[in-house]
């Protein structure tokens, strides 16, 4: 049986200051269940960008993916998150994740045992969020808490959702032991999804959401061509675990190695492939495609405008709802 899915936007991480307000609003009102707002270093800040969008609309859920734990005390996140839950409650879901190494290295943040700190960190933000005492003895690396807890005039009254950023197998398992979701980052195919929710192994409720390239046109090889520039970078060994489920995942590492540029590579990349690791197509393509991950276990499909107009696009993408 087909999971109900929620369809949500992403905010683009370089959208100019004077539309950010005015994109959160117009994905309000075209339908969108959601909107994800990302936190990319030399970028904006994920909670200030939550905390703007939530109060320029009204309905619309509000997801942060991702937080990287490691640049985070638990303590101080809490107090964020929970300012979050408590002005805009029912509307906020947070994702936590490693971060990108790159990056965490660049800020000398990245830990020793990154699995272990992004464990405790989340093991530690979901009983404060609740109001309760916790101490930790920072063996994750990132600092021990001793009896820290939020004044009761900051517990919100429904903790948000945590959800952790995360992929491969151990980190999977991990999410599904403290988490209380997963959010995968694109290509998000329908055997990768199948694939993810196995190795999280959640036995009771657990939100998966997934990202995805998209763009909608009544012309399908026209919206094709517009995503195939954002999947150049797939064939890279970090993505593995996308790849490995996918019935032409080995093809796709043979052609991405015989490739010279990641140009080269999006360029000979067939379009069944593109179509297959994308949301792109006709409204009808894509509302196939979605059913497709819904069916293999997703619960949230967050769609990333591809090439153009950010406005333009999200009105385009809309019409796949």
């Not at 998209?214 to 026209?222: F, G, N, P, S, T």
Request: charged share 20%.
């Amino acid at each position: 049986m087909t999971r109900p899915l929620a369809v949500a936007a992403l905010l683009p991480r370089d959208l100019p200051a004077d539309q950010v307000l005015p994109f959160a609003r117009r994905a309000e009102q075209l339908g969108f269940d959601e909107l994800w707002v990302v936190e990319d270093l030399g970028f904006r800040g994920g909670v200030a960008q939550a905390a703007a969008v939530l109060a320029a609309t009204q309905r619309i859920r509000v997801g942060i993916g991702i937080l990287p734990a490691a640049v985070r005390n638990p303590a101080f996140a809490a107090m964020e998150v929970a300012t979050l839950a408590q002005l805009f409650p029912g509307r906020v879901d947070v994702g936590v994740g490693h971060g990108m190494p790159g990056w965490m290295r660049a800020v000398g943040a990245w830990p020793a045992r990154p699995l272990g700190l992004l464990e405790e960190h989340l093991s530690a933000l979901a009983p404060l969020l609740r109001g309760e005492a916790v101490t930790t003895e920072g063996a994750g690396g990132q600092g021990p808490l001793t009896d820290v807890r939020l004044d009761p005039s900051a517990v919100p009254g429904t903790a948000p959702r945590l959800l952790a950023g995360v992929r491969g197998p151990r980190s999977l398992a991990m999410s599904g032991r403290v988490a209380d979701g997963t959010v995968l980052a694109e290509p998000c195919a329908p055997e990768y999804v199948a694939a993810a929710r196995a190795q999280i192994g959640a036995t009771g409720p657990h939100r998966l959401v997934g990202y995805d390239v998209a763009a909608v046109d009544d012309d399908a090889a026209a919206a094709l061509a517009r995503v195939r520039p954002a999947l150049a970078w797939i064939g890279e060994p970090d993505w593995a675990p996308h790849l490995a489920p996918v019935p032409f995942g080995a093809e796709l590492a043979e052609l991405r190695a015989a490739c010279a540029t990641r140009a080269e590579f999006a360029a000979r990349m067939p379009d069944a492939w593109v179509a297959h690791l994308s949301l792109a197509g006709t409204p009808a393509d894509v509302r196939a495609a979605m059913a497709a991950r819904a069916a293999a276990g997703l619960d949230v499909s967050v769609l990333l405008p591809a090439a153009g107009d950010p406005l333009d696009a999200l009105v385009e993408l809309a019409r796949a709802l």
